[in-house]
C-alpha cells in the first residue's frame, strides 16, 4: 500500500524522534518523509504533516518556500497561513494584541539598539527551537549585548525578555492540543538557570514530566487556542509562572513535540486526529 500521509521530518536525523515512534504503530497510512529531501514528490501524499522539521529555524525562508510550494501539491497540516505566522515569535506580539497575557517581550532588529539589559534577563532569537541561541544574563548587560549582537550579527531578530525564575522551581508547562481539543499536559525543568548554562552541555537536554495543568493555566491555554483558527489538528501552548498567574511563553503550531509518551492514550488520540484529516 502506498503511504497516504507523509510525516514530515528532516534529512538531519537519522532516526524517528520520540513521537514518531509512539505514532507511527497507530497509524499505518502513514511514512517518514524529509521536507528537504528534493526528490519526494509531494503529490502522491494526500496529507503533509509537519513534525520533526527542527532544522527549519536555520534555513526559514527555504523551508517557508517549500511549505508554500507543498500547500498546492497536497494538504499541509498545520496549514501554511498558520504556519508563516507562527514561526517568528513575533506572534506574540499579536497574542498580546489579543488580550492574551504573555511573557513581556522587546523584539531587537539588527540595526536597533536595546536599553534593557540591566537584571536578569533573556536574550533569544525570533525564529528558533529548541533553546538554540537563548541565552540568560544576571546583572551583566554588556555580555548580554555582545549576544545580542552576535545574534543581529547572523542577520536574526532578537528577543529580551525578563528571566521569569519562578521557572527554576515550577517549570514550563506545556498543553497539547489536537484537533482542537485539549489532550494532555506536560511538564518542562528550567533549561537556562546558572547551573546549565554554565554546563557543559550535558544538561541541555529537556527534562520532561507528566502534569496536570493548573485551572488557571487551563484556562489561559484554552483561551489561546481560542484565537486560533479552528480544530488546528495540533497546538501546544507552553507557559510559565508568575505571580500574577500563568504568561504564554511560546505557541507551537509548526513543529512541536507533542510528549505523545506523557499519556498512554495520546498516541492512539494523535492517530485518530491525523487520519481524520484524509478526505
Ligand atoms: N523569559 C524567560 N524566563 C525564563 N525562562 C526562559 C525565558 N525564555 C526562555 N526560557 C527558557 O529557555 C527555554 C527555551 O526558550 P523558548 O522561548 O521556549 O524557545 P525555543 O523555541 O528555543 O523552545 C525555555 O524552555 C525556558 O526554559
Ligand atoms: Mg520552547
Redo the contacts with the bound molecule.
Sequence with gaps: MTARIAIVTTVDLAEPDADELLLLPHLPEAELVAWDNPDVDWSTYEVAILRSTWNY?ERLDDFLAWASKVSGLTRLVNPLETIVWNTD?RYLDDLAARGIPV?P?AFVAPGETADALAG???V??SV???????A?FHDDPEAAAAHLASLHADGRVA?I????????EA??TALIYLGGRFSHAAR??????ADMTNSTGLYAD?KITRCEPTEAERALADRVVATLPEGLAYARV?L?PTDDGPVV??L?LTEPSLFLGMDDAAPARAAREFRALLG
Design positions: 529555524t515569535k511573557v517581550t536578569s534577563v533573556v533569544k532569537p528558533g527551537a529548541g533553546s538554540a541561541g537563548a540568560l528577543m525578555q525578563p528571566y521569569l525564575a519562578q521557572v527554576d517549570g514550563e518542562k525543568a528550567a533549561i537556562l538557570s529537556e507552553d510559565l511563553l511560546e507551537e
